[in-house]
């Protein structure tokens, strides 16, 4: 019975080491991942609009004998107000001024529409509509870009360095024209616009 009890002993004693030694087995398998960390929110900011070139003025460059009655004024996303009197061909007035993206966010040029010119004799004026028209059909006015390309849909504005474009707006009675006028024409110059969305 001793001889049974101590064969129980090692048994129970052979038993526990071998849980023990499985445990100790599995233990070496074992791997903890884990994830941590913090996240931030920064919302961003949209911000497209007109500036100045240098200073705080929009001057006019005029050639031939092309006047500035009322130099235009620029706010954040207007320029407006500018009144010139071009008096033959070869006269012309142009404005620089620049489009920036100071917001966090690119952009993307999505619609340009230029505004059109319409001419009608000045009040009190002996010039004709057929005068008026003809001129119309020679003035040009142009917005392109200070490199002389054209403003194209899907320019990229980008928010990061260099994140501006410089414009030339520029009305112009051609030098080659040959068309004389008897009096006065009032030049109606319509709306161009800019709409820049998120790129």
Same mark, same amino acid.
């Given at each position: 019975?001793?001889?049974?009890?101590?064969?129980?002993?090692?048994?129970?004693?052979?038993?526990?080491?071998?849980?023990?030694?499985?445990?100790?087995?599995?233990?070496?398998?074992? %791997? %903890?991942?884990?994830?941590?960390? %913090?996240?931030?929110?920064?919302?961003? +900011?949209?911000?497209?609009?007109?500036?100045?070139? =240098?200073?705080? =003025?929009?001057?006019?460059?005029?050639?031939?004998?092309?006047?500035?009655?009322?130099?235009?004024?620029?706010?954040?996303?207007?320029?407006?107000?500018?009144?010139?009197?071009?008096?033959?061909?070869?006269? =012309?007035? %142009?404005?620089?001024?620049?489009?920036?993206?100071?917001? +966090?966010?690119?952009?993307?040029?999505?619609?340009?529409?230029?505004? !059109?010119?319409?001419?009608?004799?000045?009040?009190? =004026?002996?010039?004709? +509509?057929?005068?008026?028209?003809?001129?119309?059909?020679?003035?040009?006015?142009?917005?392109?870009?200070?490199?002389?390309?054209?403003?194209?849909?899907?320019?990229?504005?980008?928010? !990061?360095?260099?994140?501006?474009?410089?414009?030339?707006?520029?009305?112009?009675?051609?030098?080659?024209?040959?068309?004389?006028?008897?009096?006065?024409?009032?030049?109606?110059?319509?709306?161009?616009?800019?709409?820049?969305?998120?790129?």
């Amino acid at each position: 019975m001793e001889k049974e009890r101590g064969a129980k002993v090692i048994a129970i004693v052979a038993l526990l080491i071998a849980v023990v030694g499985l445990t100790i087995g599995y233990a070496a398998y074992s %791997t %903890t991942l884990t994830i941590d960390g %913090t996240a931030n929110v920064d919302p961003a +900011t949209w911000d497209i609009h007109f500036a100045y070139k =240098s200073g705080d =003025s929009l001057t006019a460059a005029k050639t031939g004998n092309a006047v500035e009655n009322t130099a235009p004024s620029l706010a954040s996303t207007t320029i407006s107000g500018f009144d010139v009197t071009l008096k033959a061909p070869g006269d =012309s007035v %142009t404005y620089n001024f620049l489009v920036v993206n100071g917001g +966090t966010l690119p952009a993307s040029l999505d619609t340009f529409n230029m505004g !059109t010119l319409t001419c009608a004799p000045a009040t009190s =004026s002996n010039a004709t +509509t057929e005068e008026a028209t003809n001129l119309c059909k020679e003035l040009k006015y142009t917005l392109t870009y200070a490199d002389k390309s054209t403003i194209t849909t899907g320019t990229q504005l980008p928010a !990061t360095t260099g994140n501006q474009k410089e414009l030339v707006l520029k009305l112009e009675w051609p030098s080659a024209s040959t068309l004389e006028i008897s009096d006065d024409i009032k030049v109606t110059i319509g709306t161009t616009t800019l709409i820049y969305n998120q790129a």
